[in-house]
């Protein structure tokens, strides 16, 4: 016998299914999530079961949306010629955070791998032709804005082979090197000699 | 404009409330949770709740329980002549799980700290005490297994007090000292002067 609560231990095996939370972790969250009152827990609650009760994608870019179509696939304000190709949706979010870009999105929902059985056609490739296809917005660049990792690099290969046919495109890729306020001496070899061959004139 | 849900946005604020858990690791969980089946998620959600709803405290001995009594008080082949003291309930399961201990508990809720506004009477050391004068189930021992800083000390020391004038019961304490499988030259040095304090003939 280990604990005078089995409602604690499914807590607790419950909590450990979360990424990043081993049983310790759980048991600490647990008896945490004890000592406050009830409202407290039950936001969480109730917020973790409107992730998967509410939360939709967008019919057009693919990214997770309270609304379809999403926010930024409705704003008439962003540049609609210009789709940047994600992996996920959290990349949206992050490139979001930049300010950087004012243009589309669409997210694959992974990339192609192989060796996990996962194919063209397992990630929203077909969709993106489509919407490259559609008449009504003319797109004159695809940003591939892909992972750094052999996955990243055949799907980014895969839809620019895709999309060379189309003149009026341009296809490009976000820039791989040398991250901001590093050192070179902490950089890993792949990273630096990514970074040699994308050299740009100064 | 961040993100496309907020939905999503609210799991995360609420995500990052839980202890040992950021803004990151909070966004890498609601995230992940969205790629998992409702029945997943719910069960999380479900198991949570039930902490706050369905858990109580044992009135004998404080610790969190499903019943009242919990099964360890109620279980009448442990030695109810020994109580051991501690802080929390998850004292109790950490002791449990030696399986060194066959007596009761007394949960404290907490170690006396002036500091904080702590005193005797915000832990329950009155129904430790109501526990030892009731004359239906004798006590022998009272084992201190209180955390090894000035608040368990000094809570320790007042406890102590109070048993003094009841010559039935011996007072202990668990041992303090060197952690097993560890070497001296990691040892903080309050914890070796405390070992050599407590030294034992071999």
Same mark, same amino acid.
């Given at each position: 016998?280990?604990?005078?609560? #089995?409602?604690?231990?499914? *807590?607790? #095996?419950?909590?450990?299914? !979360?990424?990043?939370?081993? %049983?310790?972790? *759980? %048991?600490?969250?647990? !008896?945490? /999530? /004890?000592?406050?009152?009830? =409202?407290?827990?039950?936001?969480?609650?109730?917020?973790?079961?409107? /992730?998967?009760?509410?939360?939709?994608?967008?019919?057009?870019?693919?990214?997770?949306?309270?609304?379809?179509?999403?926010?930024?696939?409705?704003?008439?304000? %962003?540049?609609?010629?210009?789709?940047?190709?994600? #992996? =996920?949706?959290?990349?949206?979010?992050?490139?979001?955070?930049?300010? =950087?870009?004012?243009?589309?999105?669409?997210?694959?929902?992974?990339?192609?791998?192989? !060796?996990?059985?996962?194919?063209?056609?397992?990630?929203?490739?077909?969709?993106?032709? @489509?919407?490259?296809?559609?008449?009504?917005?003319?797109?004159?660049?695809?940003?591939?804005?892909?992972?750094?990792?052999? +996955?990243? =690099?055949?799907?980014?290969?895969?839809?620019?082979?895709?999309?060379?046919?189309?003149?009026?495109?341009?296809?490009?890729?976000? @820039?791989?090197?040398?991250?901001?306020?590093?050192?070179? +001496?902490?950089?890993?070899?792949?990273?630096?000699? %990514?970074?040699? *061959?994308?050299?740009?004139?100064?």
């Amino acid at each position: 016998m280990q604990g005078t609560s #089995e409602i604690l231990e499914q *807590a607790i #095996e419950q909590l450990a299914k !979360l990424p990043g939370t081993g %049983r310790k972790s *759980a %048991r600490r969250i647990a !008896l945490y /999530l /004890l000592k406050q009152d009830e =409202e407290f827990v039950t936001k969480i609650a109730d917020a973790l079961v409107n /992730l998967k009760k509410k939360i939709t994608r967008c019919s057009i870019c693919g990214v997770i949306s309270d609304n379809d179509p999403c926010s930024i696939c409705e704003n008439v304000k %962003r540049d609609g010629t210009k789709i940047c190709v994600v #992996e =996920e949706s959290q990349d949206v979010f992050l490139i979001e955070k930049t300010n =950087e870009y004012k243009g589309k999105y669409h997210v694959l929902g992974g990339a192609i791998s192989p !060796l996990d059985n996962i194919g063209p056609d397992d990630v929203r490739i077909k969709e993106l032709m @489509a919407r490259v296809n559609n008449d009504e917005e003319p797109i004159h660049e695809v940003i591939l804005a892909l992972n750094p990792d052999s +996955e990243g =690099e055949a799907t980014s290969y895969y839809i620019n082979k895709l999309l060379k046919p189309f003149d009026e495109i341009d296809v490009t890729r976000i @820039a791989y090197g040398i991250p901001m306020g590093t050192e070179l +001496e902490f950089i890993d070899e792949a990273t630096l000699s %990514r970074a040699f *061959a994308s050299r740009n004139s100064f």
